[in-house]
C-alpha cells in the first residue's frame, strides 16, 4: 500500500501561483509514475500532469506552460507549481502514484484549489 498527503491548496485570486506538494509513504520502494488530477463540479477526473520515476513528464494541454511538476525521489514528493491561474482551474486536485510490480495505483484525499476571477 501506498499512501499520499497532500498540501498547498488554497484560494488565489486569477494570475496568482499556487504551490503544490504530495509525499509518499508505505511501500514505496516500487513506485514508478507520480502525478496530478483534477476534478471541477460536474467533470470527469482529468489528468493535469504526470511524472516518471526517470524524470520524464507531460502535461494537459490546458496547463503546458504554466504549470511545473517536478519531482524529488529522495523525499517521495511530488509537486505541482502552478503559475498564471485561471479560474478554469479551479477543482480538487488529487494526487496519484502507480507501482511498476503489482500495477496497482493510488490516489490522495484531494485539495481544493479555487482560483477567482
Known amino acids: 500500500q501506498v499512501q499520499l498527503v497532500e498540501s498547498g491548496g488554497g484560494l488565489v485570486q486569477a494570475g496568482g501561483s499556487l504551490r503544490l506538494s504530495c509525499a509518499a509513504s508505505?511501500?514505496?520502494?516500487?513506485?514508478?509514475?507520480m502525478g496530478w488530477y483534477r476534478q471541477a463540479p460536474g467533470k470527469q477526473r482529468e489528468l493535469v500532469a504526470l511524472?516518471?520515476?526517470?524524470?520524464?513528464?507531460n502535461y494537459a494541454d490546458s496547463v503546458k506552460g504554466r504549470f511545473t511538476i517536478s519531482r524529488d525521489n529522495a523525499k517521495n514528493t511530488v509537486y505541482l507549481q502552478m503559475n498564471s491561474l485561471k479560474p478554469e482551474d479551479t477543482a480538487v486536485y488529487y494526487c496519484y502514484a502507480d507501482k511498476w510490480d503489482t500495477a496497482g495505483y493510488y490516489w490522495g484525499q484531494g485539495t481544493q484549489v479555487t482560483v477567482s476571477s
Open positions: 508505505g511501500s514505496i520502494f516500487s513506485v514508478s509514475a
Open positions: 511524472i516518471r520515476s526517470g524524470g520524464s513528464a
